[in-house]
Nanobody
């Protein structure tokens, strides 16, 4: 099994920055891709960013050029650097770890979520 523990959520003013962290443990050899989703009140969970084992990244259009996902394979940690935050970025952010079978990814684990609130 894979376990994920997130940290870094906070209250920040519009235009500010935050860095979220997610540390993986357990059967980390199963992990191919790591990513972040978010869920705002009353809305469906949406994918924010993903990064594969070879470093390929993918971002939601709403966060491109503002958010950066990265991973430290030595420490089994994935980061989400969030700059120029907007009120619409307010959500609970969840990290996830995915395995891969052929061209398909499947979720191994979810983190517990960390609250990001952007407000003046």
């Amino acid at each position: 099994q894979v376990q994920l523990v997130e940290s870094g959520g906070d209250l920040v003013q519009p235009g500010g920055s935050l860095r979220l962290s997610c540390a993986a443990s357990g059967s980390i050899f199963k992990i191919n891709r790591l990513g972040w989703d978010r869920q705002a009140p009353g809305k469906q969970r949406e994918s924010v960013a993903t990064i594969t084992s070879d470093g390929s990244t993918n971002y939601a259009d709403s966060v491109k050029d503002r958010f950066t996902i990265s991973r430290d394979n030595t420490n089994n940690t994935v980061y989400l650097q969030m700059n120029n935050l907007k009120p619409e970025d307010t959500a609970v952010y969840f990290c996830h770890a995915d395995g891969r079978s052929g061209n398909y990814y499947y979720t191994l684990a979810w983190g517990q979520g960390t609250q990001v609130t952007v407000s003046s």
